[in-house]
């Protein structure tokens, strides 16, 4: 989404009024509106259309749209951390962890406070109990999601090279086929170091064991906890890559996960998406837009393609 200077909330809520009114639905309009305004933008419609016409925008919506149009138009009404509070509950019902560790890690301190706020309050448990009854789960995966979910990470931008090379150190004796049991230095770091911090102790853990932690993650797990620790070295290391990946993985192949599809977008979409197009292009030789334009269809494509312009 870009900012658009030309526009008031009020102005914004008329057209949405407008495009709502009567028999049909002007889908061009709404697409015009939602997806050429930032975040911020959106929000103030949101509060402007309820105080104008005295009905959320959200139902407004429900009542003329449906399917995966009016997914993607209320995840973009949404604030971030209540988005994401959403995707969190859909990843415990459909048991998808790597798209949980994926949240957790990919929210500041701050973000991941109003994440949990949200969800307790929407749906009258915590986070921590939810994932705690998560069935058929490795508990090494519980532990590590736990250690995250604190919300204790060192948000500093400046490394301490001494420190990083003592936690690479460290992590390379604590041993790779150790990181969730007796010694779970690994989740210590991934939970409570900052990015940059993290950045340079891959780098130096590969001169210290003599090669990528990822190789090292590789050799000593398999299946959902390789897959855990793999996403979460590759998004701290390089997030724009990392997601470029994640959307192929979901549109390639038979049938698009058009959950993921939405989250991803939308999520990342004042964040790195422009960084994020470009990997995609250059490691599969078609665009996003491209991929998009195949693998969705009507006033749902419109819209991920209005936002990945």
Same mark, same amino acid.
């Given at each position: 989404a870009v900012v658009s200077t030309q526009s008031t909330g009020e102005e914004d809520s008329k057209t949405l009024k407008k495009a709502m009114k009567g028999l049909g639905t002007d889908e061009e309009a709404i697409i015009q509106v939602l997806a050429n305004r930032s975040l911020e933008?959106?929000? $103030?419609?949101?509060?402007?259309?309820? +105080?104008?016409?005295?009905? #959320?925008?959200? $139902? +407004? /919506?429900?009542? +003329?749209? #449906? #399917?995966?149009? /009016?997914k993607i138009c209320k995840s973009l009404i949404l604030p971030i951390p209540h988005l994401l509070a959403k995707e969190v509950k859909r990843a415990f019902t459909v048991f998808i962890p790597k798209t949980l560790i994926e949240i957790f890690i990919g929210l500041n301190n701050a973000q991941l406070s109003k994440m949990r706020i949200f969800y307790q309050h929407k749906y009258n448990t915590t986070v921590e109990r939810d994932l705690g009854n998560m069935r058929g789960v490795d508990e090494t995966f519980k532990r590590l999601a736990l250690a995250v979910l604190t919300g204790t990470r060192n948000e500093s931008k400046d490394v301490d090279e001494d420190l990083a090379l003592r936690d690479a150190r460290q992590l390379y004796s604590a041993g790779v086929n150790r990181f969730g049991t007796e010694r779970p230095v690994f989740h210590e770091l991934m939970a409570n170091r900052s990015y940059e911090h993290l950045r340079t102790v891959f780098a130096r853990y590969r001169v210290e064991a003599h090669e990528d932690i990822g190789q090292s993650i590789r050799s000593e797990f398999m299946g959902p906890m390789q897959e855990v620790y793999m996403s979460i070295v590759e998004m701290i290391r390089k997030p724009a890559q990392y997601f470029a990946e994640t959307l192929l993985k979901v549109m390639k192949g038979v049938g698009t996960d058009d959950a993921e599809l939405v989250r991803i977008v939308v999520w990342r979409s004042e964040i790195d998406l422009e960084e994020i197009k470009q990997h995609f292009g250059s490691v599969n030789g078609r665009t996003l837009r491209e991929y998009i334009k195949h693998d969705t269809g009507g006033d749902y494509r419109s819209m991920l393609l209005a936002i990945v312009k």
């Open positions: 933008q959106r929000l $103030v419609i949101c509060d402007t259309f309820k +105080e104008m016409y005295g009905k #959320s925008l959200k $139902v +407004e /919506l429900q009542g +003329e749209l #449906s #399917s995966h149009f /009016l």
